[in-house]
């Protein structure tokens, strides 16, 4: 098939469009930036395209350039940057009326869990509202798949995951930390991804996304200080609201502020998938779908970041991946190797035995050096 990926620089979306070219289906990858696709190693593969969801005309064009396309994958958010209900409700409209306007058959649209009761987070709201501006009287088929925590190095769910266990030894633990959550891992949700485009497989309808296992935050937490080999002590405590949660992870954590306060204020609710989802038509993975540990292990087993087309494992970090993400151990090297002689660069390596709360603090503190650092320049 013909299939636009929205989204195709984002985390899921480049590892969807790798997913879609070894299905053998012809991918056209849109991006407000198309100079940005040339950074992702599938781009002699797909066709560029500039869409720009949150323009009207932008999005007619760009699928009156397109050509025919039958299913278009929608991943467009605007979660982390004020108002973000509001442009992704438009831009969702915005897409939506340009397919029906192309004769675009189906809409597959990735969004989130959302739980049953009325006063729900400015996230979990806004995912069935984009759910709804897609769908329009003579307009394309939707599927709406909701997810909740994806695992996989270098998304975001599973990276504040990371750096809460590798800096923090000793864990405040508020009530709403033992909510369920039913995680899924980037490899399953690619699996269903791709089979959401045959129609004959998918119905159209809404549809959510778990892996085998339900656990909640806390259990998270201790599982990964196990695999991560950290040391790890959660402390009960009251009064402390996922609001006050998110505005210390905006401070102590290296994800965009906006995002991360608007992840941790989701954790209000339990996440807990509806029905069977799609293991009712879609057949398992080979080895079935994959538990916590083993996505757990697969995000942390790879080494240097690689091209996304070219990753052993959609679990691994790839090169084009956001900066903050792939632990402080790595943006340490990273950080270190701009100030240190290239005969030196070599022993960067030892950075990975560095403690982890140590690591950030070095992390922290290699950032405000660089910050106060004259920029001499020799004649």
């Known amino acids: 098939m013909r299939i636009l990926v929205t989204g195709a620089t984002g985390y899921v979306g480049s590892r969807l469009v790798t997913a879609l070219l070894a299905a053998d289906h012809e991918v056209l990858a849109a991006t407000r930036d198309p100079a940005r696709l040339g ?52 831009a969702a409209g915005n897409v939506a009326a340009a397919a029906k306007d192309a004769g675009v058959r189906r809409i597959v649209y990735l969004g989130g869990f959302v739980p049953s009761g009325e006063d729900l ?10 759910a709804e501006a897609l769908t329009i009287e003579g307009g394309p088929e939707v599927v709406w798949i909701g997810a909740a925590v994806i695992f996989g190095a270098g998304s975001t769910s599973f990276e504040m995951l990371r750096y809460v266990g590798d800096r923090f030894p000793v864990i405040p633990i508020p009530k709403w930390m033992d909510n369920p959550i039913d995680p899924i891992s980037i490899r399953d949700v690619l699996h269903y991804l791709v089979a959401a485009a045959d129609t004959e497989q998918v119905p159209a309808g809404a549809y959510d996304i ?12 201790k599982t990964y200080s196990r695999i991560a080999g950290k040391w790890h ?52 993975p080979k080895g079935g779908l994959l538990s916590i540990a083993d996505a757990i292990s697969r995000s942390l087993s790879n080494g240097r970041p ?42 960067l390596g030892l950075v990975k035995a560095v403690p982890g709360p140590i690591a950030g603090a070095l992390r922290t503190g290699l950032d405000i050096l660089i910050t106060l650092t004259p920029k001499v320049h020799f004649a």
Not at 234 to 239: A, R
């Open 306 to 347: 690689r091209p996304v087309n070219a990753l052993a494992d959609p679990h691994h970090l790839a090169d084009s991946d956001p900066a903050w993400t792939g632990g402080d151990a790595l943006r340490l090297r990273r950080l270190a190797c701009i100030v240190t002689p290239s005969i030196a660069r070599p022993g």
């Open 121 to 130: 987070s400015e996230h979990l709201t806004s995912r069935a509202e984009v």
């Open 39 to 90: 950074d992702f190693g599938w781009f002699d593969d797909v066709k560029p395209l500039h869409l720009d969801a949150s323009d009207a005309e932008s999005a007619r064009a760009a699928l009156a350039v397109a050509g025919p396309v039958d299913v278009i994958y929608y991943l467009v958010h605007a979660i982390g940057q004020p108002d973000f209900r509001d442009a992704d409700r438009i």
């Open 210 to 221: 778990a892996g085998p296992d339900t656990t909640s935050y806390r259990a998270l937490l």
């Open 233 to 284: 002590t959660g402390v009960p405590v009251w009064g402390i609201d996922t609001t006050v949660a998110s505005w210390v992870t905006a401070l102590a954590l290296p994800v965009p502020d906006g995002l991360a306060a608007d992840l941790v204020e989701s954790l209000d609710y339990p996440m807990k998938a509806s029905g069977a989802g799609l293991r009712e038509l879609v057949p398992d």
